[in-house]
């Protein structure tokens, strides 16, 4: 088998380049190797209050780094009076907070789109409540001493990669004062457990609030910075865009979004839903990083009805909704929608950039009533 | 908003109905829905020997069964002379055997067939290694005492749903024979833990060497019975047909297969991986479910090179492989290609059959070096 060739392209024809901007096409085949790497949290786990271990989303730009505990370390450095440079135990060793939060990625909704912005196509479900434990960031800042004339604070992540062209270490960084917040934190367990190797290990950011992307994954550095910083997760992309010229305003708080667990049984291919006639609890979770969900209302063929929402497990996480329906035979359109105390409520059609972030349209789940 | 509808199509075009049998169309998104909701393993995790919690692949049906162990019981019945009804904690107290056992999806890779299968589109990551504790089957089935004219024993899960018209328990049979090999286990925990959910707790079986599709989830009922089982997962799915009227071959053993941890970093986007020049190591890990893997070679551009196989961890387990190579710069094709103990190896060419299963043509890898 010396001669033999391998090419992946035997038979296919050959494959089309991509589209530069948002298409009006078919899938493509780079969008379905992410949509297998990335995981999504399947709708029915909208039942837990904290997500199981291997449900929660997973968006990993590069590859999963593999780090040992050992030899990893943590430089806090830049702008600041005493660097420090902190093994895990140092870390463990420092108060501990442990905090439900909701974590949700920036792209979620993004293959709903049209046209559609080529990246990684999440339908609905790139969410997921983790459990998370680790000491907060504020009292770390504190005992590096960050300069007066510091602005941001920047962390790097271990994973490496390229992006449009950009070879980078994944990096982002928020204001002094928002790395302050008390509830931000560099988390080292999950649900109990030393994280996952695919959520970070051995340590990562959690920034309750905002989208996933804030909250570096695989820590090694954290900086002070005199300068806001330019790096491209920061200042090129997640940016809400009209178009490739706007430079667009930055992505931040998680917006309102209600999902519900698919009622009845689904068929395998297409996942439409069959639900028994009669009374039919409809649940679900709601979430917003902007401000506490205060309703959500579950519509039906486009009536509205509303949802009894739970207590949430903590201010960073999502709450739980549920309705009765009487659910009459035939074919039904379902849907939910959260509106937060900020009075921002989800729109029905879609929300579109051109990177296609913060799409939180209405879910909608075509059920079958027999 | 009393008149408002959800559509989920208020810009897109209607969807098209789907193609009714293999397809040289674009991906659907059905198949991209199917590919959010089911995970795969991606490729660098093919760096442990154990596959860590939440990387190893999944394929769920229907949904995730949400069951309290405290109100679940296993029927063991049919053609038995002792019925029984066990508790967890029954099963906890039987004998325990801990086995690493490499499962894969037998529709691993059909993505990549042409014309292609509409089902669930994998890649080439649908595999994965869990360190696996239960109770031997065999044991049970003796203890209930197997009736001298049954011939398959029937296990039945809590997963609920429709394929193909089809409203069904998903269920799979092994003969009676097969269901007596002693490595066939009632698996209870993975990895050290109690089965995930979505992994089928609070027990589910584990069939080493076959495919994913015959190691049922959730098991609700063991039955014996006297003529062979014609459920739909056993006799009309799950079998290498040529086409939609050949009634064809069942799926059963998995086929040899070598992955490569891909090398280098990747692009975000088109998963294009960057190499330095100079002595890299290729790792990888293969499998067969057929007979222990004796070689694996590493393509590079077509030239071939013997790499190095570590012991495998366990009979059922995937064994590590490596092999150095003199990376220069330019554009390179690796691929690596799996012989086991009964003179099989991989395809170079798709293995195509009409739904898609068992093609284990070698995995290619494009790959920059600079």
Sequence with gaps: MSEARVTDETVKPAPKALPRGPTEGPLTPEELQLSARNHSMPLEALRYDITPLGLHYLLIHFDIP???????????????ARPLELTLNDIRARPSVTLPVTLECAGNGRSRLFP???????????????LWTGTPLAGLLAEAGVAENAVEIVFTGADHGLE??????YARSLSVAEAERPEILLAYAMNGQPLLPQHGFPLRLIVPGWYGMASVKWLTRIEAVTEPF???????NYHYRSGPDDPGEPVRRIR???LMVPPGFPDFLT???????GSCRIEGRAWSGQAPVERVVLGIDGRWLEAVLDPAPGLFAWRRWSCVWEAEPGEHMLSCRATDASGQSQPLEQNWNWIGVGNNMVQAVPVTVR
């Excluded at 449009?164 to 270490?169: A, F, Q, S, T």
């Excluded at 330019?230 to 090129?236: E, N, R």
């Design 116 to 130: 559609r912005p080529v990246s990684q196509p999440w339908v609905t479900e790139a969410v997921g409540t983790g």
């Design 164 to 169: 449009k062209g950009h070879e980078l270490d």
């Design 230 to 236: 330019k790096g491209y997760y920061q200042a090129s």
């Design 256 to 258: 309102p979004r209600a």
């Design 66 to 80: 593999m780090i040992e505990a050992a030899h990893w370390r943590l430089a806090i450095g830049g702008h600041v």
């Design 271 to 277: 996942r439409k839903r069959t639900v028994a006639a």
